[in-house]
């Protein structure tokens, strides 16, 4: 069984600093492109990064470009999320999705249940 | 960017009835269209894949159909299960984008 279990998600001051992660299993890590999206409670779906199979490439949403680092650790079949300077626009549940495929294209077949990231004074 | 545009955003339907999504794209996205189903306080689910293509252990009532730039989502025989949030996505081009959802109230 696939399971992908976010942690890391914290109430934080705009402009601080988090990393989430995501720890898989149930598949062979290395094989799949992962990804995160988010969603603001009660809002649509937005994707915000991915990585391909091996790290080699990575891609962002024009919102977090330049502020969130996708990586990821094959060692401890792991997925992770530097955000930094964060907005209070950037409050959301956020989810750790596994491709379908190991192509970018494929559609997001795994979703983790989602960990709550809220950045407030 | 690819806009993708999802209606309705909510509608109302019986038990046995059958319901209609439509996701129309800004650009043509040949068969990379995918739609999910969202129940409260629960992740997405993958229903459908590259247009026509029904996850594994998905209900049969559920299918999609659709080409270059206008998609559809149909269930046939709603089912109380089956009151949720419907989104449909674009995989073809980063980033990739959702539709605004749409609620299946009873």
């Known amino acids: 069984e696939v399971l992908l279990v976010e942690s890391g998600g914290v109430v934080v001051q705009p402009g601080g600093s988090l990393t989430l992660s995501c720890a898989a299993s149930g598949f062979t890590f290395d094989d799949y492109t992962m990804h995160w999206v988010r969603q603001v409670p009660g809002k649509g779906l937005e994707w915000v990064s991915l990585i391909n199979w091996d790290g080699s490439s990575t891609d962002y949403a024009h919102s977090v470009r330049g502020r969130f680092t996708i990586s990821r650790d094959s060692s401890q079949s792991s997925l992770f999320l530097q955000m930094s300077s964060l907005r209070s626009a950037d409050t959301a549940f956020y989810y750790c999705?596994?491709?379908?495929?190991?192509?970018?294209?494929?559609?997001?077949?795994?979703w983790g249940r989602g960990t709550l990231v809220t950045v407030s004074s | 960017d690819i806009q993708m545009t999802q209606s309705p955003s909510s509608l109302s339907a019986s038990v046995g009835d059958r319901v209609t999504v439509t996701c129309r794209t800004s650009?043509?996205?040949?068969?990379?269209l995918n739609w999910y189903q969202q129940k409260p306080g629960k992740a997405p689910k993958l229903l459908i894949y590259?247009?026509?293509n029904l996850q594994s252990g998905v209900p049969s009532r559920f299918s999609g159909s659709g080409s270059g730039t206008d998609f559809t989502l149909t269930i046939t025989n709603l089912q109380p299960e089956d009151f949720a949030t419907y989104y449909c996505?674009?995989?073809?081009?980063?980033?990739?984008?959702f539709g605004q959802g749409t609620k299946v109230e009873i």
């Open positions: 650009h043509t996205i040949t068969n990379f």
């Open positions: 999705v596994k491709g379908m495929f190991s192509s970018s294209q494929s559609a997001f077949h795994h």
């Open positions: 590259a247009v026509s």
């Open positions: 996505q674009q995989s073809y081009s980063i980033p990739s984008t």
